[in-house]
């Protein structure tokens, strides 16, 4: 795995104490002096404040954020405007995708803006600098990075012997099923899940399927016809993960897969593996052992 290079990517220039970066829109984004007062519209912006340690500069965030200590400002779309006007940030943190036409609506009341959408790991890597540089955390955030990159290759190192049968078959599931479901929405080509997967010894059944951001659409019987090993279901309380587990096992269709039959399905905090940030790293012993351990359901 090639070393990781982010300054060329994240930092133009410096000049005193101003200085100018690229976000994950590809726009230029100027900074004149260290932001002290951040508005992060994104849960998933919010945690790679959590991972540097430095969440104190954070004012304001959406009613979709668990972090507690800053005001909430409504939802992520369509965003309240004058709201976050009113925390008088020095900096507004979003992300990409659906949220990336509101940031004109900012910019026009003359905020300033820097829009994440890390979509691989050397993705959420670069923009763990990213915050680092911009929040004057440049030498930690370099370190964590680091760390994070070295338990990769560490991990990479442990499963690239491993051959394709002994990697079990893995389907990841963003929601467990319920009846009406027609279409799954997993991680395919290119997203950082799919990348952990392999990481940790594991064939994702969807690897070679694009889809926004790296998550498509699969269909019912198409899963049927992989027959995966293991299950992955995403759940977003921890009281509802035995049920969220036992609503794969029951779903008809999944009936005749294997990995029903042997029941190894599993779930994971959907708040951790939904939001690409460097929490997700800590995926990657889970999944290992999954895999390869004899996890627990």
Not at 113 to 141: R, T
Request: glycine share 8%.
């Amino acid at each position: 795995m090639r070393k990781l290079v982010v300054l060329a990517l994240v930092l133009l220039s410096i000049v005193g104490l101003s200085l100018t970066v690229v976000d994950d829109a590809g726009r230029i984004v100027e900074i004149e002096k260290k932001p002290e007062r951040i508005v992060s519209v994104s849960p998933a912006a919010t945690k790679f404040f959590l991972f540097l340690g430095i969440e104190r500069y954070i004012v304001g965030v959406t009613n979709w954020d668990s972090y507690k200590k800053a005001e909430k400002v409504g939802d992520m779309v369509p965003l309240n405007v004058e709201k976050i006007l009113s925390l008088n940030p020095d900096l507004v943190v979003s992300f990409g995708g659906f949220q990336l036409p509101e940031v004109e609506k900012l910019e026009k009341k003359g905020l300033k803006v820097l829009v994440l959408n890390p979509v691989s790991l050397k993705d959420i890597l670069k923009d763990l600098v990213l915050i680092g540089v911009v929040m004057g955390e440049e030498e930690k955030a370099r370190k964590m990075a680091k760390d994070l990159e070295n338990k990769m290759i560490s991990l990479g190192k442990k499963t690239y012997n491993i051959p394709p049968s002994e990697r079990p078959k893995v389907l990841f599931l963003m929601s467990p099923p319920g009846p009406e479901l027609r279409d799954i929405w997993t991680c395919g080509e290119g997203s950082y899940l799919n990348e952990l997967i392999s990481l940790a010894g594991g064939i994702n059944i969807a690897s070679g399927i694009p889809g926004p951001n790296g998550w498509p659409q699969i269909s019912i019987e198409y899963v049927v016809a992989m027959n995966p090993d293991v299950i992955i279901v995403a759940s977003f309380s921890k009281s509802s993960e035995s049920a969220d587990v036992q609503k794969v096992l029951d779903f008809p269709p999944f009936k005749g897969v294997s990995a029903v039959k042997k029941k190894r399905v599993f779930s994971i905090d959907a708040n951790l593996a939904n939001q690409p940030s460097p929490y997700i790293f800590e995926l990657l012993d889970v999944f290992y052992s999954i895999f390869h351990g004899g996890s627990k359901e």
